[in-house]
Antibody, heavy 116, light 112 residues
């Protein structure tokens, strides 16, 4: 069974940093691109970033480019999202999702709240 | 960026009746490999999104056959042949052809 388990969310002050993790299991992790998608409270879905299966190619939404870094450890079956210079508008549930063209599996999400 | 426009944004339906959601893209979604990466997702209240349909019309495993996807070019449709209570939630289309990936605004399906 495919499972994606996010962690690392929490309350952080504006300008602060957080690192999200997504532990994957139930599939051959290194063969899949992986993505992060977020959802602000009461709002729709927003794609954040995608990383190729090799970890060599990255894509970012303009809203996070230069502040967020996506990475993976294929030996640990884990996807990461390093979030720096956080802003209030980054407050959202962050979902880890498998795939790049239309993610087929999603985690339960982890809540990031940016507030003073 | 490719803009995905869904309509309607709110869809009140009677149980057992059909429902249809439209999704239009501002650019064509055919990728260089010949596939069209248009997906549909369902998000029930308090849950994570779930993919229903990939590449316009391919239903995911476990998705009831009352859900169907169609379309081409820039116009796409998700249809539910007979709405059931468990179908309540928000539906999103998403294009996976161009960067950045983009979602529609979401259509809230509710029971009349």
């Amino acid at each position: 069974e495919v499972q994606l388990l996010e962690s690392g969310g929490g309350l952080v002050q504006p300008g602060g940093s957080l690192r999200l993790s997504c532990a994957a299991s139930g599939f051959t992790f290194y063969t899949f691109a992986m993505s992060w998608v977020r959802q602000a409270p009461g709002k729709g879905l927003e794609w954040v970033s995608t990383l190729s299966n090799t970890g060599l190619t990255t894509y970012y939404a303009d809203s996070v480019k230069g502040r967020f870094t996506i990475a993976r450890s294929n030996s640990k079956n884990t996807l990461y999202l390093q979030m720096n210079s956080l802003r209030a508008e980054d407050t959202a549930i962050y979902y880890c999702a498998r795939g790049a063209n239309g993610p087929d599996y999603w985690g339960q999400g982890t809540l990031v709240t940016v507030s003073s | 960026d490719v803009v995905m426009t869904q309509s309607p944004l709110s869809l009140p339906v009677t149980l057992g009746q059909p429902a249809s959601i439209s999704c239009r893209s501002s650019q064509g979604l055919v990728y260089s490999d010949g596939d069209t990466y248009l997906s549909w997702f369902q998000q029930r209240p308090g849950q994570s999104p779930r993919r229903l349909i990939s590449k316009i019309s391919n239903r995911d495993s476990g998705v009831p056959d009352r859900f169907s996807g169609s379309g081409s070019g820039t116009d796409f449709t998700l249809k539910i042949s007979r709405v059931e209570a468990e179908d309540i939630g928000v539906y999103y289309c998403m294009q996976g052809t161009h960067w950045p990936r983009t979602f529609g605004q979401g259509t809230r399906l509710e029971i009349k």
